[in-house]
């Protein structure tokens, strides 16, 4: 009787409602995905960690949220270096206005186009961390302080190609930004760190 509730209890789908696969990043991708996907009680998952998960493409991505993108809340995809903007888009329109906490930090991939679909589609987000997304630039940072306003945390940590324009278009902005990660970025002057307040 034991093992039979317990069995009922973990397919509860409250249970999986948040779901981390960070030690799953040694396992075979598409059987993952499958699984991820077509487990019943996976249907409330709202939070899904997918961290360091490096096999991770677009087309995952996009399997994922096509699925789960209804109720999706939380997507940390940090580390997930195949992920392009295309997977990017695919979040952003799937997952849109329910989408508040965003990790994708450590990706090259990354260019101001997936920004652009990201902040045109999820003003809710309250969490972003872009830190090592050397592709993006100052229109990403416009983009982002245009679209998602409600910013309570961003992370552009080594983003190298940003300037004091993008840092100030962030700082006009997102009002609410209580942690502004800028490490190890040498560009920006005291134009842009006066307007940090």
């Known amino acids: 009787a034991v093992c039979r509730n317990w069995r009922t209890a973990v397919r509860h789908p409250d249970?999986?409602?948040?779901?981390?696969?960070?030690?799953?990043?040694?396992?075979n991708i598409d059987v993952l995905v499958e699984a991820l996907c077509t487990t019943p009680w996976l249907s409330h998952?709202?939070?899904?960690?997918?961290?360091?998960?490096?096999?991770?493409?677009?087309?995952?991505?996009?399997?994922?949220?096509?699925?789960?993108?209804?109720?999706?809340?939380?997507?940390?995809?940090n580390g997930c270096?195949?992920?392009s903007d295309a997977g990017?888009?695919?979040?952003?329109?799937?997952?849109?206005?329910?989408?508040?906490?965003?990790?994708?930090?450590?990706?090259?991939?990354l260019t101001e186009k997936g920004i652009e679909a990201l902040a045109g589609s999820c003003p809710h987000l309250v969490h972003l961390n872009l830190s090592g997304c050397k592709g993006l630039n100052d229109r990403s940072l416009a983009l982002i302080g245009k679209g998602c306003k409600r910013l309570e945390l961003l992370d552009i940590t080594r983003c190298v190609k940003l300037?004091?324009?993008?840092?100030?278009?962030?700082?006009?902005?997102?009002?609410?930004?209580?942690?502004?990660?800028?490490?190890?970025?040498?560009?920006?002057?005291?134009?842009?760190?006066?307007?940090?307040g």
């Open 163 to 196: 300037s004091d324009d993008g840092l100030v278009h962030i700082t006009r902005s997102c009002l609410d930004l209580q942690v502004l990660n800028l490490y190890a970025i040498s560009t920006f002057t005291d134009r842009s760190l006066g307007s940090i």
């Open 15 to 27: 249970v999986w409602a948040v779901t981390d696969l960070r030690s799953c990043r040694n396992k």
């Open 88 to 109: 990017l888009a695919a979040v952003a329109k799937l997952c849109g206005e329910r989408l508040s906490h965003l990790g994708i930090y450590w990706n090259l991939k």
């Open 45 to 77: 998952l709202t939070d899904l960690n997918l961290e360091f998960v490096s096999s991770v493409q677009d087309v995952h991505v996009e399997e994922i949220v096509s699925r789960f993108g209804a109720r999706l809340s939380r997507l940390n995809l």
């Open 81 to 83: 270096q195949k992920v």
